[in-house]
């Protein structure tokens, strides 16, 4: 056990730091954009450790439903997660060669496949960038 | 990495002495926010033989490390084709010297020329109203400047990339046969027998690229699989004509006054192929720059863009294909995006913005699947 500040903490001093002292003295407008971009991924980070857990374990569990009679499928529920990271990462290779091929050009597994990645791109989008996902939801997409 | 100022001034001046054969001046050099593959400098050039006129606002442009696409042109070509359209009366900076070797990287000397570029500004600032009124006019009138330029007689076939012949991994349709022949027939002579090689479309061409790039980075995208797998079902007929492409034609790549467009500028992504490939790019969402609900680069509708660009050129611009070649362009940028991570991730070009655009992939990602969403 560490001591505080915990590691969000941390990220969050660093974070503000970047955003509030060092970037109003950089008189380089391109350095004051560079921390500025430095501290919006220190935000991804945090939002990572928050959220990256459950994300991947959601991810893990639509992908078995969707590639369950894959050889590819690794049926192992519970597993940790960065055991999850690698089953996730086989099957949505595999997965990947399925699309194209054309085995998911049609029917039912055409929806399934669509709704699987568009989930997935919204997921990651829930760590890089909430606003934007809610701004283009907000639009009708 | 950029050089030190210092260092860059001093070999800057010895190189130009040699070039100009006179005694010069190399002044307030400063970097300013580069392109994809270059690194960008302001200076003043002060060139003694050529008083009175010898004072020259110019901007250097320096290759980086790596490139975001492997047909990115390098300095050079971007160079040549820069020279090519201004004598063919686009606005573009006047291209000033080629320097082969500054400092271990290839750079060229262009004008400079005052103006906001930063898209951000451009669709936003009150001080542009009157520009985003003539914009999309004035870029469709200028669009078909570039496209009307005759790449086979300024020789820009065989130095710019183009969809090759096809080969038995690529089947499905191949050009008309005239546009081939007249293709054929203009290039060297040595290569007069592809007279009798279909070629590949533009579409198939840039798609074959995609899924290799795909597969050289080696991370699964299965949105991005499903937006290329639906531009593989969905091409429209080949065009009829190829034209020279500029390949990044959107606000943020051109300088803009109170009056609207004054030069087209980054033309490193510059190749032969479909022109609605450039009449589309101006609309993917990413260069609308928040100002999402106005299609035409967050400045407009693209009504009036489509227009100018119809009548310069003769034609009625197709809807359904400008969607067709919109899904292709952010399939593109979504995998430009996955490179410029590459380039960092692979230590090519260490750099922290390269590193964040990994994981803004999934912003485009998210907009290929809005756009084929129920259609086709």
């Known amino acids: ?29 391109r350095q004051k954009f560079r921390a500025l971009v430095a501290a919006n991924v220190l935000a991804i980070v945090s939002r990572e450790l928050k959220l990256g857990d459950e994300l991947t374990q959601t991810e893990w569990h639509r992908l078995n439903a969707l590639m369950g009679d894959d050889p590819s499928a690794m049926l192992r529920a519970g597993a940790p997660a960065e055991n999850l990271a ?36 919204i997921e990651k989008l829930q760590i890089a960038n909430p606003k934007y996902l809610e701004r283009v939801l907000h639009d009708g997409r | 990495m950029s050089v030190s100022p210092i260092e860059l001034e001093l070999v800057l001046q010895e190189k130009l002495r040699a070039l100009t054969q006179s005694e010069v001046r190399v002044e307030n050099l400063q ?9 960008m400098w302001r200076l003043d050039l002060h060139v003694a033989a050529n008083e009175p006129d010898g004072d020259y606002k110019l901007v250097l442009r320096r290759q980086l490390g790596g490139k975001i696409y492997r047909d990115a042109l390098d300095v050079w070509r971007e160079f040549h084709v820069m020279q090519v359209a201004y004598a063919s009366n686009v606005a573009v900076p006047y291209p000033q010297a080629f320097l082969p070797d500054l400092l271990g990287r290839p750079a060229a000397l262009v004008h400079f020329h005052p103006g906001e570029t930063i898209g951000r500004r451009l669709v936003r ?43 038995e991994r690529s089947p499905q349709r191949s050009l008309p046969a005239q546009e081939n022949e007249t293709r054929a027939r203009n290039e060297s002579e040595s290569l007069a027998v592809r007279a009798f090689v279909p070629y590949q479309t533009p579409a198939q061409w840039i798609l074959a690229q995609l899924e290799n790039n795909l597969d050289e980075i080696g991370e699964p995208h299965p949105a991005l699989e499903l937006g290329i797998r639906w531009l593989r079902l969905h091409e429209p007929a080949p065009p009829e004509k190829l034209a020279l492409i500029h390949g990044d034609y959107r606000i943020g790549n051109v300088i803009v006054n109170a009056d ?22 101006s609309q993917v969402r990413d260069w609308r720059f928040g100002s999402d609900h106005l299609r035409f680069g967050g400045v407009s509708q693209p009504d009036e863009f489509f227009d100018a660009y119809g009548t310069a050129m003769n034609l009625q611009v197709d809807r359904a294909r400008v ?50 969403k129920g259609v086709g």
């Open chain 1, 1 to 29: 056990m560490q001591d505080r500040p915990s590691s969000q903490e941390l990220i969050a001093a660093v974070a503000q730091f970047l955003n509030r002292e060092l970037a109003p003295t950089l008189s380089d407008p």
């Open chain 1, 86 to 121: 690698q089953e996730i990462d086989v099957m949505t290779r595999a997965l990947c060669v399925r699309i194209r091929a054309g085995e998911a050009d049609d029917s039912e597994f055409h929806d399934a496949v669509f709704a699987h990645a568009r989930q997935t791109v």
């Open chain 2, 31 to 39: 970097i300013l926010a580069g392109g994809a593959s270059q690194e």
């Open chain 2, 125 to 167: 600032e009150p001080a542009f109203e009157n520009a985003r009124k003539k914009l999309p006019g004035q870029m469709g009138e200028m669009l078909a400047r570039i496209h009307q330029i005759d790449f086979v007689k300024h020789a820009l076939l065989n130095e710019l990339p183009h969809p090759p012949p096809r080969t």
């Open chain 2, 260 to 281: 609207g467009l004054v030069k087209v500028l980054d033309w490193e992504f510059a190749h032969i192929g479909d022109p609605y490939e450039d009449l589309a790019w």
């Open chain 2, 323 to 372: 969607h067709y070649w919109e899904v292709m362009g952010n399939a593109r940028w979504a995998v430009g995006m996955l490179n410029q991570a590459q380039r960092h991730l692979r230590g090519e070009e260490p750099n922290l913005e390269f590193a964040s655009l990994g994981r803004r992939c999934a912003e485009v990602e998210l907009e290929i699947l809005g756009l084929i």
